[in-house]
C-alpha cells in the first residue's frame, strides 16, 4: 500500500517542525511548498538526513509548484506571517487573507479530497476563509486551536497541581484569541474536575482565575519571549494529533475550530472552536455539550468577536479581487 501524503504549505518554523514530526511519527511523505524558494526544498532534505539516524520511513521534498502536492491525503496550512510584540492575531487579517486566496485556490486545483488543517492566524476566520475559496466540504476542512490551548491550559494545570500532564485533561473552547473559553468544569485530573480540586484544597479560585488568564494569553508569552516570531513546537504537536486522528480514523474527541450550523450552540454557520470527533471523514460530529450562563455568556462574546474578524476577512478579501 502506498504511504499517505502529506503537504504543508508555509515551511517557515512551523512547518519545518511539522515535516519533522510526520516523518518521526511516519505519517507519510511530506512535500513542503512555500513561495521563499530554496527553504522548502533545504528543509526537507535536512530532514530527511536525519531519517537514518532517527530510523524512520518518509521522503521530504520541497516545492514552490502547487502541482507538487497533487492528491495529497493531508493539507496543513501555515502560509502567511506571524505577529510581532505588541500584535495580536488579529492584526494578521490584511496579509494573511490574500495568502489564504492563493492557497485555497491551489488546494482547489490540486488536493480536493485532501482534509485540510489550517494554522495561520487570526485562526477561526483563516479557516473560514480557506474553506470559500477551496470550496472542499465544511468537513474536511479545519483549524487547529483548540488542542494547542487546551494543551497550554493542561500543561499551567499540571505544574499547579504537581501531577504529570497525561493524568490532566481540559477544553478551551471558543475563537482563538483574547475571548477564547478555558472551561474549568471540564478540565480535571485523573476524572477530578477542577472546581472539585479547588474544594479540596488542591488550589484557589484567585491561582485558578491567574492560570486561565495565562491560557487566553498563552500565544502571545511567547511572542513576548521570542520577539522575533511566534509559537512553533506545541502548534506543531497539536496539528500533527489531528492530522493522526485522520490519517488512523482514531475518532478523537479533540477541540478544535469546525464549522458549526443546524443550530448547535444556536449557530448557523461559522468556523469557532467547539469539541469535534475526527475520523477518516474528517470532522465525524461537532459535540455539543451543556454550557452554564456564565459559560454561554463567554462563548456568545466569543463567537460575536469571530464574526467580527470573518467580516473583516471578506472585506480584504473583496479588496484583493
Ligand atoms: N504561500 C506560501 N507560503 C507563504 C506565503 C504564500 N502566499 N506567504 C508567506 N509564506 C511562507 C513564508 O515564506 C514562511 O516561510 O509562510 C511561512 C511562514 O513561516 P513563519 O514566518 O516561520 O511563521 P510560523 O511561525 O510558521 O507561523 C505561520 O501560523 O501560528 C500561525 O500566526 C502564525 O500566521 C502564522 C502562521
Known amino acids: 500500500m502506498a504511504r499517505n501524503k502529506i503537504a504543508l504549505i ?3 518554523n512551523i512547518g519545518g517542525t511539522l515535516a519533522h ?3 518521526l511519527k511516519e505519517l507519510g511523505d511530506v512535500v513542503l511548498f512555500d513561495i521563499a524558494d530554496g527553504i522548502p526544498q533545504g528543509k526537507g532534505l535536512d530532514i530527511a538526513e536525519s531519517s537514518p539516524v532517527d530510523c524512520f520511513n518518509a521522503s521530504f521534498s520541497g516545492t514552490t509548484d502547487y502541482k507538487d502536492i497533487e492528491g495529497a491525503d493531508v493539507v496543513i496550512v501555515t502560509a502567511g506571517v506571524p505577529r510581532k510584540p505588541g500584535m495580536s492575531r488579529d492584526d494578521l487579517i490584511g496579509i494573511n487573507a490574500s495568502v489564504m486566496k492563493s492557497v485555497g485556490e491551489g488546494i482547489k486545483q490540486y488536493a480536493p479530497n485532501a482534509f485540510v488543517i489550517c494554522i495561520t492566524n487570526p485562526l477561526d476566520a483563516m479557516v473560514w476563509a480557506l474553506r470559500e475559496v477551496s470550496g472542499l466540504p465544511h468537513n ?3 483549524g487547529m486551536a483548540g488542542v494547542l490551548d487546551s494543551a497550554r491550559f493542561r500543561y499551567f494545570l499540571a505544574e499547579e497541581f504537581n501531577v504529570s500532564v497525561e493524568d490532566v485533561t481540559a477544553f478551551v473552547l471558543g475563537g482563538h484569541g483574547d475571548t477564547m473559553v478555558p472551561l474549568e468544569r471540564y478540565s480535571a485530573v485523573a ?3 477542577v472546581p472539585d480540586l479547588i474544594e479540596m484544597g488542591w488550589t484557589t479560585r484567585e491561582k485558578m482565575d491567574e492560570i486561565v488568564q495565562r491560557t487566553r494569553d498563552g500565544g502571545a508569552e511567547i511572542v513576548g519571549l521570542l520577539k522575533t516570531g511566534s509559537a512553533f513546537y506545541a502548534p506543531a504537536s497539536s496539528a500533527i494529533q489531528m492530522a493522526e486522528a485522520y490519517l488512523k480514523d ?7 475550530a469546525a464549522w458549526v450550523d443546524g443550530g448547535k450552540y444556536g449557530q448557523d454557520g461559522i468556523y469557532v472552536g467547539v469539541p469535534t470527533i475526527i475520523g477518516a471523514n474528517g470532522i465525524e460530529e461537532v ?9 454561554q455568556a463567554m462563548f456568545d462574546n466569543s463567537i460575536n468577536a469571530v464574526k467580527g474578524l470573518i467580516e473583516a476577512t471578506k472585506e480584504q478579501m473583496a479588496k484583493a479581487d
Open 10 to 12: 508555509g515551511a517557515g
Open 21 to 23: 514530526l510526520a516523518g
Open 140 to 142: 474536511k476542512v479545519v
Open 191 to 193: 476524572g477530578i474536575p
Open 250 to 256: 482514531q475518532r478523537r474527541l479533540l477541540p478544535c
Open 287 to 295: 459535540v455539543e455539550i451543556k454550557l452554564n450562563d456564565d459559560e
